[in-house]
């Protein structure tokens, strides 16, 4: 009885879903772009993003050169963003907003263009070049709408999304250093912390950057150790200097006194 009426019931929806196809065909090719735009208005106020896609883009080519123009193109648009489609509603809201500056829309336009490319942007362990896009985006929105309602909630954004590439950049070079590629985790750890100074992460990334260079140079051949190791010194001390009571001060400390004394050794056999 239970399967029956499961079959009833996929077979009334596949029905309705038909009639609503072919009514939406019959419309179509109606040639009555009015009684289109009007059904594709409707269908997007009730929150059918796809139906509504469907009739504007049927019923634009009737409108170019109009004043309805930029009406049909920015909810056709609007819809794609309210259908989560955020890569192509990117392309057409960048189209829109190159071709209708002037639009009476052309600043929702552009809020949701920025919003495409931050829900386009993937976590911090995966490229993040759609992150970049969003952070040129939003932040041009707000230099050029400085007023509107969407520049708090941007400004929240903006700062999740440069976070994000702070983690993106420490999670790079923290790879180079679990690999035990010392020499370019030290490079990498370095322009993490030019780049984004301000980082979550900026206690250990200095931590990280002594212990791979104690590593760097207790791995060389002696005619380099000595300048690694002046140069591990160099970044230990900033770091103290920085932090002077770190989780990390007491295991430094360690390598800060092997590195020592191994230039005291080989400075007293450079003087025999």
Same mark, same amino acid.
């Given at each position: 009885m239970k399967q029956t009426l499961s079959y009833a019931l996929c077979a009334a929806a596949a029905a309705i879903f038909l009639c609503g196809c072919s009514g939406m065909n019959a419309l179509l090719k109606s040639g009555q772009p009015e009684?289109?735009? +009007?059904?594709?208005? #409707?269908?997007?106020? /009730?929150?059918?993003?796809?139906?509504?896609?469907? @009739?504007? *883009?049927?019923?634009?080519?009737?409108?170019?050169?109009?004043?309805?123009?930029?009406?049909?193109?920015?909810y056709k648009a609007r819809s794609r963003f309210k259908n989560h489609d955020w890569e192509t509603a990117s392309t057409e809201l960048d189209d829109f907003r190159r071709k209708f500056g002037r639009s009476a829309f052309i600043?929702?336009?552009?809020?949701?263009y920025a919003l495409c490319f931050y829900f386009l942007s993937p976590g911090p362990t995966r490229d993040q070049t759609m992150t970049g896009h969003a952070l040129?985006?939003?932040?041009?929105?707000?230099?050029?709408?400085?007023? +509107?309602?969407?520049? #708090?909630?941007?400004? /929240?954004?903006?700062?999740?999304?440069?976070?994000? @590439?702070? *983690?993106?950049?420490?999670?790079?070079?923290?790879?180079?250093?679990?690999i035990g590629r010392y020499k370019s985790a030290i490079v990498a750890l370095k322009n993490a912390l030019k780049e984004y100074p301000e980082s979550k992460h900026r206690e250990e990334i200095m931590y990280l950057i002594v212990d791979a260079s104690y590593r760097f140079a207790s791995n060389s051949i002696a005619s380099k150790q000595t300048d690694r190791y002046l140069a591990m010194l160099d970044s230990y001390l900033s770091f103290k200097e920085e932090y002077p009571e770190s989780k990390y001060v007491k295991d430094l400390d360690r390598m800060a006194k092997h590195a020592r004394d191994y230039l005291d050794r080989n400075n007293k056999d450079n003087n025999i």
């Open positions: 009684l289109i735009y +009007s059904k594709a208005l #409707e269908y997007y106020e /009730k929150g059918k993003w796809q139906r509504a896609i469907t @009739l504007f *883009e049927g019923v634009e080519h009737y409108y170019q050169g109009t004043s309805r123009e930029d009406t049909v193109s920015f600043e929702d336009a552009e809020g949701m040129i985006a939003i932040n041009e929105f707000m230099s050029r709408y400085p007023e +509107s309602d969407q520049v #708090e909630n941007f400004k /929240k954004i903006n700062a999740e999304l440069t976070e994000r @590439l702070h *983690e993106k950049s420490y999670l790079n070079a923290y790879t180079y250093y679990k």
